[in-house]
């Protein structure tokens, strides 16, 4: 499967930003993930397939929102609240097909990655 990760961009603190991540086909568990300069690939949120299962770190929750629409592929990260530490590259995956009805937060539990978009939130 392909991710398209996209609608990352310059926002100031406080702000909103929704990010989306088409997949190319397949039935998938979908997580985001973002990295910062200098810091370790880390979890923010993810989605099953059937929707009925989310987790969040906790440094996102009650900021960030995932969701999905499956008739599309497309899995958003709607991103309220901004902060300057949510600055990162932020990335989508599919995970492993034994999870597609989980939520999986460990990044070893994804197979395939999408390029990554840019959040850089101003203070």
């Known amino acids: 499967v392909q991710l398209q990760a996209s609608g990352g961009g310059l926002v100031q603190a406080g702000g909103s930003l929704r990010l989306s991540c088409a997949a190319s086909?397949?039935?998938?568990?979908i997580g985001w993930f973002r990295q910062a300069p200098g810091k370790e690939r880390e979890f923010v949120a993810a989605i099953s397939w059937n929707v009925r299962g989310t987790a969040y770190a906790d440094s996102v929750k009650g900021r960030f929102t995932i969701s999905r629409d499956n008739a599309k592929n497309t899995v958003y990260l709607q991103m309220n609240s901004l902060k300057p530490e949510d600055t990162a590259v932020y990335y989508c995956a599919a995970g492993r097909q034994s999870l597609v009805w989980s939520s999986p937060t460990k990044l070893d539990e994804y197979d395939y990655w999408g390029q990554g978009t840019l959040v850089t939130v101003s203070s």
């Open positions: 086909e397949g039935r998938y568990a």
